[in-house]
């Protein structure tokens, strides 16, 4: 915040000690090259432009200035560097092109309209500042950094929206410690060009026709809730190749979106997704959910791949989920393979989830031997058994022997059963077989 009074400085005036040879209308550091406008409030539109002073090409220092209208860099050869800092835009910032051999730096103040940069080579472009909105539309950066951590009041430092469009940037580039709202990338990744995103707070990321051909590494991401809305994440016909996803808490993400994109060779390194995981949950129409799946199944696999089991079980029960929805969605649940199919995954879930509960197949086994066994002594198959009204807790104790025999899939067959009864003990043998079966795979999961 500027709280002193500043000196108004029309933009003529500023131009004007380009052509001051003794440099007496800013401070001028013979050490450093540099010269320095503190506390000014520029007035009007501000070209800046690589103007020489002789054999003198100071560099450019401003320090708590306000910059009432639009600042401007022209399409020329800068070899000196500028220095914005502590300094407030109330309009925009372009960069039109050129090439800036020295650094370019915005550190504390605030951008309160746009930065955007249009096209330009650039050495060392490092921004720390508060901004509304931050553009690249292209350009070539040696190093490119913004740096959320604010040195003079320890806060982190916010960009409302970010949109870079690969196609045209090719870029080292360095984004850490801010608490950006909205995120929007898109573009091809060149090979040359390397993102790490650490220790970023986000409400909104979108990642839209994305193809990542450099290196992407994402650390350290976790959400900030701004609106009743919630956090977003957003991947749209994008291929993310090998980026790496590590230390990324998405628990508070209400909407994750991922539809038609390659996520096969991603790496997901104790990523921690929400509890009741729904991605694209709006998905409707057999298209819709194909890909559904699709996007599961890539991230089994993905996991798969690392050796992360639980993972691995977890996305394989979402996509045999959305499968039996497609299933239902375009009708295939209604003819014979369809049915067949449908009832396995009905089965599987209810008894099992999938193979991942050791609790579902053995309450199944209670709860249907139980039935069955319940149903073989009211039809009088055991003499020294029967049914009754009245509480007996001495007789329930003495049946758990006979029950616990019924269970057994290998128990002798000792009862010279016919009918109905052979059925329903049949039908125990497979059920408890089967339950036993989900049992051991669950238990098994864990084990190498």
Known sequence: MINNI?????????????????????????????????????????????????????????IECIFTHEVSFTVSEY????????????????????????????????????????????????????????????GEFTELHFCGHDPYNRKRLTI?????????VKAIMDIQEYFIATTRYTGLV???????????????????????????????????????????????????????????????????????SFLLECSFVNVIWPDNLNISKEAR????????KETYRQLKYAYWKQGDVVAEYKFHGLEMDTYNDYLMANGEAYNW???ENAIVLRLSKLTSNYGQSFLR????LLVVGIILFTWLVALGTFSDLYITCQPNLRGMISTIPYMLEFANPVHKYELGLTGGPYVIE?????????????????????VK
């Open 6 to 62: 500043l000196t108004e400085m029309p933009a003529a005036e500023f131009y004007s000690f380009y052509h001051n040879t003794n440099l007496q209308m800013a401070h001028y550091n013979l050490g450093t090259n540099t010269v320095t406008f503190r506390k000014k409030k520029i007035i009007d539109y501000l070209e800046l432009m690589p103007i020489q002073q002789g054999s003198i090409n100071p560099n450019i220092h401003f």
């Open 79 to 138: 070899d000196r560097s500028y220095t914005f800092e502590r300094c407030i835009f109330e309009k925009n910032v372009v960069f039109h092109g050129g090439e800036f051999k020295k650094i370019v730096q915005f550190y504390g103040g605030r951008l309160k309209e746009k930065l955007s940069i249009l096209n330009g080579k650039f050495a060392n472009f490092y921004f720390a500042s508060n901004g509304n909105t931050v553009e690249i539309e292209r």
């Open 160 to 168: 409302i929206y970010l949109f870079i469009n690969f196609n045209y």
């Open 190 to 260: 060149h090979k040359e060009t390397e993102l790490l995103i650490r220790d970023v707070s986000f409400t909104d990321i979108q990642m839209e026709n994305l193809f990542n051909n450099g290196k992407i590494r994402i650390f350290d991401l976790d959400t900030r809730i701004t609106s009743e809305k919630g956090a977003s994440l957003t991947i749209i016909r994008s291929n993310l190749a090998k980026t790496e996803f590590c230390n990324v808490d998405l628990r508070q993400v209400n909407t994750i979106v991922i539809t038609s």
């Open 285 to 292: 129409g057999e298209i819709n959910l194909l890909d559904k």
């Open 337 to 339: 393979k369809g049915v």
């Open 361 to 364: 197949p053995l309450v199944t």
């Open 426 to 446: 049949l039908m125990m043998r497979i059920i408890s077989a089967y339950c036993i079966y989900n049992i051991v795979r669950a238990t098994r999961r864990f």
